[in-house]
């Protein structure tokens, strides 16, 4: 039996049953790539598929089902691979989504092919699931030297000339926020208006704040899902910062944002004997 | 011309506010270049306020709060301490000069200290020079 088939059968018994209103999932698109589709019959939930194309993360869709009020959100089954998992994880730990109403058809994770973000994951079984899905096979040996390590041996002066030669780019469309499932702001501040945090001009000065923003605003946040840079239509490696700071916020803190949904994030909490030398 | 930087202090309303007062009512003198800005807590400080700074064209920023313990709403100043910690960091990553940007603590007693804290860090930033934006960078590529 192949993942996809056990998914589909689970589906149709979630639905069927009524345990679950909806089944987030993925289908077959157009031009051999796959897209999200939301299962709520049956017969849609025989349109599921689990392979190595599916790199978009899922959790983002949680958030279309946030509790409104005194209204019960519905119940609906979501299929997460382990780092989808984390993002879900964050997303209760900061009262986003609540985890009775998600079944996390959990799946072993087989890395994306060409997905950068995979190349230095060894996460194969998600941190928190209701079901779990597949065999995992053991991660793939440490490769060596990568882009990060290269970037942190040059001087600062030549880190911030790569940095403005990247930024250059930006066109700011924000595929990157839109994708990212720890960016659910009503209003984003990069475009608030009043006041105006940063102007609608694409200006290298502009573009740089809008990075470093976003950068900021993920600290111990970010699931390094990496979704960001593969959206991202300029080519601009967005995920090279934010593996760098949750490799910081790892080493300084012990912390791994979503590894589960009970452990305060850096910012939500403080110990009075830390970082005494000021900088 | 010599150059003389443009400096931003966020300032604790009631440790650091009330010590800079203090260096005023003590007839201290200290660097012009700081341009203060009065907010509630240090812990209001959001690091992207510094970076909106640096945006408009200041040298540089300085926030000064109470000393650990004394913070008036108990813990505000340990929040601005982790957050400006990890925007360390960060601002390394991007090549932009951390020494820009600095957290320290000025209790109402410390006229003195608000004194020494603000020509000391102008003369870090006088030293440093105006601050080079990505537009300057890729200028002076072509």
């Known amino acids: ?279 | 011309m010599e150059f003389e930087p443009r400096i931003v202090g966020f300032l604790c309303n009631w440790c650091s506010y009330a010590g800079a007062d203090l260096a005023g009512t003590s007839r201290l003198s200290y660097p012009p270049n700081i341009r203060i800005i009065r907010v509630p807590c240090s812990g209001r400080v959001d690091p992207m306020l510094a970076m909106k700074a640096f945006l408009e064209g200041a040298d540089g920023v300085i926030v000064l709060g109470c000393h650990p313990g004394d913070c008036h709403y108990s813990e505000g100043n340990y929040h601005a301490r982790r957050r400006l910690h990890l925007f360390h960091r960060l601002l390394e990553l991007f090549g932009l000069e951390k020494e820009r940007f600095r957290l320290d603590w000025v209790s109402a007693s410390e006229g003195v200290r608000f004194a020494e804290v603000v020509a000391g860090f102008t003369e870090q930033v006088r030293r440093l020079g105006p601050r080079v934006r990505p537009e300057d960078i890729l200028e002076r590529q072509r």
Request: contains cysteine.
């Open chain 1, 1 to 279: 039996m192949s993942v996809t088939d056990d998914l589909r059968r689970i589906a149709r018994e979630l639905l069927e049953s009524g345990r679950v209103t909806r089944v987030i999932g993925y289908e077959e698109g157009r031009r051999g790539q796959v897209r999200p589709l939301v299962a709520r019959t049956v017969e849609e939930a025989g349109r599921l598929l689990f392979d190595e194309r599916c790199a978009r993360n899922l959790a983002l869709y949680l958030l279309d089902f946030k509790p409104q009020g005194e209204e019960e959100p519905p119940a609906v089954a979501v299929v997460l691979k382990p780092c989808d998992a984390r993002a879900l994880n964050v997303l209760v730990l900061e009262n986003q989504v609540r985890r009775e109403k998600v079944y996390v058809l959990g799946v072993a994770c087989p890395g994306i092919p060409g997905k950068p973000a995979c190349a230095s994951c060894t996460e194969r079984i998600p941190p928190t699931f209701d079901l779990l899905l597949g065999k995992p096979e053991p991660p793939p040996a440490p490769a060596g030297p990568d882009d990060l390590s290269r970037l942190l041996a040059l001087s600062p002066e030549e880190r911030r000339r790569f940095w403005a030669e990247q930024f250059r780019r930006c066109i700011r469309c924000y595929a990157c926020r839109q994708v990212c499932p720890m960016c659910y702001c009503e209003v984003c501040i990069a475009e608030k208006l009043d006041p105006p945090w940063e102007s609608i001009a694409i200006a290298p000065s502009e573009n740089e704040f809008y990075h470093v923003l976003r950068a900021y605003h993920l600290i111990g946040r970010c699931i390094e899902c990496g979704e960001c840079e593969r959206v991202c239509p300029m080519g601009i490696p967005v995920f090279l910062y934010q593996r760098y700071l949750a490799e910081e916020v790892r080493q300084t803190f012990g912390f791994r944002a979503g590894m589960d949904a009970e452990t305060p994030a850096p910012f939500m909490t403080f110990r009075k004997e830390e970082l005494e030398d000021l900088p």
